[in-house]
C-alpha cells in the first residue's frame, strides 16, 4: 500500500510502534555481521527453542549492532515501557540460563552489561554510565541495535520518512540551504561541504542528475558504513531521497562492496520495502517527486572509494581514476551531473531535517560540526564503534572509551584513516580529533578507521603492511603511483628483512614526495602517508632496524627464540607443537630452539607452560 | 558446454548492454563458482565488445576467479587489525595444513569489516573472530 499523507506515515508509525515495544515484551539478539561471527545465530536459537519449549510470552526479534563489538554477542530484553537490559558476551547456555530466569521475573543483574529506564534497585548500571558509552553521542547509530533493520515500520516508529515528507512539502532550495547552514562535512574522508557539493550538483545545467552513495568502504580497519547499512539501511535511503529532491536527481546508486553480503541483503530488502510504500518510485508520498535507487554490489577494488573510479566501475569498466576537473558534479555518472556522498554522511542528513541546522551544531567544532563515528580496533580493551563529537581529545577516545591496551601494555601509536592515513605517536594524544588537526599532524579523518597499537606493533612493519596494500590496490594508470609505491615497497621489505642499506631512509623520503606530490589521485596521493608519519615520529625504530635489530620483536629476520634453561620443565609440549622440528630435547630436561630451523611462529610461546620462550 | 551457453544468455539476457558487465560477471560466479574463460568470450560476443575488454575487468577486480576454486572456501582477513592481532601466522598455519588439500581454497581478503573480531578468518561465507592458529584449524578442519 502506498503512503501518500501524513496520516498515512503516522498510521504505520504507531503500527512500528506495537512491533517495537510489544506489550509481551521482547528478547533481541544483535544479529550484525560482528554479533553472528562470534556466534549470534546460536543464541538467537536457543532463546527460540526457549521460548517455545517454556511456553514463555517474549518475543524473540533481531536487531542491528549496538557497537559494543568486545562483548558481543549482545542480547537484550525489552519492555513495552521502553527500558531495556543487556546481556554481553551470550553463548547457547547462557541464553537458555536467562530465558528461565526471566520467565521467574528474575532479571538476572549478575549477567548484565547495563540497562536504559528501568529501576535503580535493579543493581544494573545505567549504559550511559558504561565507560565505552559515557563519552559517546550517538546520533547516527542512535537507532542501530534498536530497531530491526527488516522491517521498514520500525525505522518509521522512530520517526524514520518524516523528515522526507517534510522536505518534499517544501522548496528544493529551502532544504539545501538547510544542509548548507548545519555545516555538514563529507564523512568519507576529505571533509568536503556537503550544501556547497549539492548546491553545485543543482545549478549546472540539464534534467538528468544522479545521487550516488558511497559504500565501498575498503579501509581495512573501517566498518561504521557496514554497520549502518546492516543496522539502519532506512536512514540511508531517506538521506538520499532528501538530497535528490534537493538537487534534481530522479536516479539514484548505493555502491556496497560485495565483501558485506549482510549490508547488501539488508539494503535489498529495505529498497523493496521502501518501494511497496511508494516512498521509493514515481509519486512520492503524495507529490509529484520520483526517484529510483538501484543498488551496485562494488567487486572488490580499494581505489573503487575515489568517486571518479567508482563511477567507472557502475559503468561497467575498469575502476580507474580519471583527472579532475570535471568535477563529478558538474559531470558524473554517464557524463550527468552527480552528487557522491559516504554512507555516514547520508546517514545524517535525515537528522538535519528533522531536527534542524541549529541542533546539528550543538555538537562539534565551529568549522565541524556534528559527530563522527570511529572503529576502534587493534590492541584496545572496549573494542567497538565509537560515534563521538568532532573535536574530541584523541586520548579521551583511546583511554576513556577505549579502556587503553588489554593487558597493561604500553600504548605506543593511533593509526587513523587506514591506508591514506598516518600513525600518530602516543604523545600526540591530546590532539582534537578534527578534519584539519589530523591533515596537520599528517594522518588524515580518512573514514574513520582508528587502530590502537602498543608497544608489541613494529612500527616499520607497519608501515610495510600498508604499502604492500596500497601497492596492490594501485590502478596501474599512473606511473608515480604504479612503480614509486612498488619502489617504496621494496625499500621497506629490505629493511625488515634485515638488509636494509645505508641511504634508503633518505630515499624512502625522496620517493614518498614524489609519489604524494605527482600522483593522479587520492590512492597514490595519500598511499607515502602511513610511510612519512611512521619516519617522522618513529625514525629511531627504523635506525634500530639498519642496525640489525627490531624494538618490538617482530620482524622475523632481526631476532630470534631461545628457551631460558632454569625455567624449562621439559614437558615437551614445544616440541610437539613445533611445525618446522626446531625443538630438540629429552623428556624432563630443558629442551632447546635450533636457530637454523625456527621460522618464528611463535607457536611454543603460546604453549609453553612455564613461560620459559622469550624472543632474543 | 551447452551448459555453460545457456547461463551466459539467460544472465545477459537479465542484464543488457556493456554496461551491466559487472553484474552480469558477478551472476556467471554466482552460478559457475568462478569465470571460466570459455565463458568470458561468450560474455564479449553476446554484447559485442572485444574480449580484452571483458577480460581487463574481471581480472582487475578482486572478486572475480578465473580458475576453478576448491569445494571449500576459506578466507584470512588479512585487514590491518587483523594484522596486528596476529593473522599472517594464522595464514601460514592454514597454508601448512590445509595447502596441499584439494578440497580447500585458500584466498586472503582485504577486510571483511569484523574488525574488532580480529584474527577473523571466512569460512565458506561464514565469519570466525578472535581466532589463533590452532583455533583456525579446527575450524577448518570442522568445515570439511
Redesign the interface.
Known sequence: MKLRSLEDLERVRQEGKTLLWPAEGKILVGMA??G???GAAAVYQAFCEAVESQGLKFRVGETGCLGF??R?PIAELRFPDETRIFYGEMDRDKALELASSFSHGDLRPDLALGRIGGDPAWEIPELEQITFYRGQRRRVLADCGLINPLDIREYIAQGGYFAAWQALHMPPEAVLEEIKRAGLRGRGGAGFPTGKKWELARSAPGPKKYVICNGD???????MD?SVLEGNPHSVIEGMIIGAYAVGADEGYIYVR????LAVKHLRIAVAQAEELGLLGSDILGTTFSFRIHI???????VCGEETALIA???????QPRPRPPYPVGSGL?GKPTVINNVETWANVPLISRHGAEWFRTLGTSRSPGTKIF?????VRN???VEVPIGTPLGQLISEVGGGPPQGKALKAV?IG??SGGCLPAELLDLAIDYETLTQAGSMMGSG?M?V?DED?CMVE?AR??LE?TQA?S?GQCPPCRIGTKRMLEILTRITAGRGRPGDLELLEELAHGVQETSLCGLGRTAPNPVLTTLRYFRAEYEAHLAGHCPAGVCRALFSYAIAEEKCAGCGLCLRVC?SGAIWGEPGKPHRIVKALC?R???CV?VCPKGAIAKL | MSDMNQVVDRIIARHPGEKNLIPALQEIQGELGYLPELALEAVAQRLKIPLSRVYGVATFYAQFRLTKPGEHLVQVCRGTACHVRGSQVIQEALAREFGGDGRVSLEEVRCVGCCSLAPVVVVDGRPFGRLDPQKAVSVVRGAL
Request: hydrophobic share 35%; glycine share 18%.
Open positions: 555481521s560482528c553472528l561471527a562470534s563489538c568486545a558481543e568502504e575498503g579501509d581495512p580497519g573501517a566498518y557496514r560485495a565483501e558485506y553480503p551496485f554490489e562494488g567487486a572488490g577494488a580499494f566501475s557502475i559503468e561497467g569498466r575498469r575502476g554517464f572503529s576502534l580496533t587493534g590492541k573494542t567497538g564503534l593509526q587506514g591506508p578507521g587502530v597499537l606493533t607497519l603492511f600498508f596494500f590496490e590502478c611445525p621460522i611462529c611463535g607457536a603460546s
